[in-house]
């Protein structure tokens, strides 16, 4: 295990912080699609065919 | 898309929400552990003009690597297009896929740069790995600007699912075959001829779940991107 005093425990926590907004936002992004969707009508459209 | 023929099928149920927010939380414990590993677990690499630096290769090759599943992904999906259905779904899916492959492709050369001016002195090189990547950027940005300057959206579907499917034949060409024809600056445990990577035991647990989660992640992001592009395209037939 390296020394974690030199910077680099802040570096752990920095990208740790960062991911976790990362996940939190795409969390809500979720939720946010998923209420969309149910407004709209369960996916309906989304596999209509192209006419060709 | 323009006077869409015959209703299909509804979609295939999804995830139930517990299982999605599960999976979500795996994900992110997952990656926690890959930041952990890379940085307090993995030794520093030795060779290396300076060893620390060595540690941004658990991110820069996920990177890559995803970019590399990204871009298949389209193909498969304009594959999937041209044989059979022609639907919205598998045309917005290969767009989607094409999208985000391009961000983690940036996100490659970019932690790649970084490294490169620590261990080689300049950011950028012409290494055969930074030239096949640029090369690769070029392609599928072209496959962009080819979606944007065709206006009928039949013919933009069948044209992009065409340039998509025939990356199939380039991606794997460029990540795999040319940054192994000629030397490589790229240290050799993870770029050589016999196309393995040798390296010590926990240095490559890590990369390897970092490639992994990186996957899993690029997976969720098309899946919430693609949701997203056809609402819109919904919303636009409906205005």
Known sequence: MPELSDGLGWLIVVNLLLWTGLFLYMLRLQRTLRAAERAAGENQGSHQEVSR | ?239
């Not at chain 2, 939380?25 to 520093?44: D, E, Q, S, Y």
């Not at chain 2, 300057?149 to 699912?161: F, G």
């Not at chain 2, 393995?196 to 991107?225: D, I, K, P, Q, Y």
């Open chain 2, 1 to 239: 898309m323009n006077g869409p023929s015959a209703a299909a099928p509804p979609s295939p149920a999804g995830l139930p929400t517990a299982v999605r927010l599960g999976l979500a939380w795996l994900l992110w414990l997952w990656i926690c552990g890959v930041i952990v590993g890379a940085f307090a677990w993995a030794p520093p690499a030795s060779g290396f003009m300076n060893a620390f630096s060595s540690r941004i290769l658990f991110f820069h090759v996920p990177a890559a690597w995803v970019s590399f599943v990204a871009f298949l992904t389209a193909g498969v999906w304009s594959l999937l297009f041209l044989s059979r259905g022609r639907t919205r779904r598998q045309d917005l899916a290969a767009a989607t896929a094409v999208e985000l492959g391009l961000v983690f492709c940036v996100l490659a050369t970019l932690t790649g740069s970084v490294w490169s001016r620590i261990e080689w002195g300049a950011f950028w090189n012409w290494d055969p790995r930074q030239t096949s990547i640029v090369l690769a950027m070029i392609f599928y940005a072209a496959y962009l600007v080819l979606r944007s300057a065709v206006e009928d959206d039949q013919a933009r579907a069948r044209l992009s699912a065409s340039y998509a499917l025939l990356g199939l034949v380039v991606a794997p060409f460029l990540y795999f075959v040319l940054p192994r024809i000629t030397f490589s600056l790229h240290p050799e445990p993870v770029v050589n001829t016999g196309g393995a990577v040798e390296m010590e035991s926990r240095m490559l647990w890590v990369l390897l779940s970092g490639a992994t989660g990186f996957t899993a992640l690029f997976f969720w992001m098309h899946n919430l991107a693609l949701r997203t592009k056809l609402l819109a395209a919904r919303n636009d037939e409906d205005a």
